[in-house]
């Protein structure tokens, strides 16, 4: 930007050093303008033509004196383009390659597995992304309907005296569940705030129609 801040000024002195020159030279013109009507008034016809001849030079140097002046204006204005322009394409470029943006990327490619189907499992059955070959249980549960995540417990099962308002007063802290928790080797207890079930064997989730739980991606 200071580059283009030098240019234009020497430009602009340029253009200004030689419309002085011209103011000279008008002078120099207007004192021939006098000589001819001197000459007009003393000779006749070669006074008016000298005259005449001073008129016409006149005219052609204002111009190209607006001529100049234009092309004045042009320069300053294609510099201010120019500028504008570099100033644009820097701010593109610095939002494009940004560290936040690149951050961004990353995170999008960092989280993008679902589970497909979506298994439940007792204890012993391995944790994962769950796939129609590699079946693993999903630990990244959430509910749609009440918007909370679903917990699960290793070997323990749910009794049955448990009801809708248990889960909504006392998840997800443990201390208040086991009051209504069964130890019982190789289940899982799982719960939200308003669904829970107690899983021994590998459970496709798509089976269960009442349970609105589905896997919220898992971070690799």
């Not at 769950?130 to 099962?157: E, K, M």
Request: aromatic share 6%; with cysteine.
């Amino acid at each position: 930007m200071a580059d283009d801040l030098d240019e234009l000024l020497d430009e602009v002195e340029s253009k200004f050093c030689r419309l002085s020159r011209r103011d000279g030279a008008d002078r120099n013109g207007a004192k021939g303008r006098e000589k001819g009507r001197f000459r007009e008034e003393e000779g006749g016809e070669g006074g008016r033509e000298g005259v005449e001849a001073a008129a016409g030079g006149e005219t052609a140097r204002f111009s190209k004196d607006a001529s100049e002046e234009e092309d004045l204006d042009d320069i300053i204005k294609d510099i201010i383009d120019e500028k504008s322009s570099a100033q644009s394409l820097v701010k593109q470029t610095s939002k494009s390659s940004s560290p936040a943006s690149e951050n961004n990327i990353t995170t999008v490619h960092a989280h993008g597995k679902r589970c497909c189907p979506v298994y439940l499992g007792g204890s012993t059955a391995p944790i994962g992304i769950g796939t129609s070959i590699s079946q693993r249980t999903c630990d990244r549960l959430r509910c749609t309907a009440c918007d909370f995540r679903v917990s699960h417990y290793d070997d323990y099962q749910w009794d049955k005296s448990c009801d809708y308002l248990f889960f909504r007063n006392n998840m997800p802290e443990f201390s208040k569940l086991r009051a209504k928790m069964l130890k019982k080797k190789g289940s899982r207890a799982y719960a939200c705030q308003c669904a829970w079930r107690s899983i021994d064997g590998l459970t496709d989730l798509s089976t269960d129609r009442q349970l609105r739980w589905v896997c919220s991606k898992h971070v690799q």
